[in-house]
Nanobody, 117 residues
Framework: QVQLVESGGGLVQPGGSLRLSCAASGFPFSTFAMYWYRQAPGKERLLIATITPETRSGSHYAEFLEGRFTIFRDNDNNMVYLQMYSLKPGHPAVYYC?????????WGQGTQVTVSS
């Protein structure tokens, strides 16, 4: 059974940093690309970061992040992370870990991040 569990969200001050984690299980983790999405209240879920499988080497980010986020993975422990720097204030958003297996999208429960002073 595929399972994704996000953690690490919370309240952070503008300009601060936060690291989100996603624990994955139920599939051969290292062979799949992993994704992080962000969803603000009333908005669609947006893809913000992608990391390729073990056999490749690469990551991709949404342009609006302006290089402030880094996605990385630990294939030994089936974890994928999103390191966020220079966070900007705004509405709370929920961050989701995602994987696509075949035609099925799998999501975690999400972890909420609020950037506020």
């Amino acid at each position: 059974q595929v399972q994704l569990v996000e953690s690490g969200g919370g309240l952070v001050q503008p300009g601060g940093s936060l690291r989100l984690s996603c624990a994955a299980s139920g599939f051969p983790f290292s062979t799949f690309a992993m994704y992080w999405y962000r969803q603000a209240p009333g908005k669609e879920r947006l893809l913000i970061a992608t990391i390729t499988p073990e056999t490749r080497s690469g990551s991709h980010y949404a342009e609006f992040l302006e290089g402030r986020f880094t996605i990385f993975r630990d294939n030994d422990n089936n974890m994928v992370y999103l390191q966020m720097y220079s966070l900007k204030p705004g509405h709370p958003a929920v961050y989701y870990c995602n994987i696509i297996i075949g035609l099925t999208n799998y999501w975690g429960q999400g972890t909420q991040v609020t950037v506020s002073s």
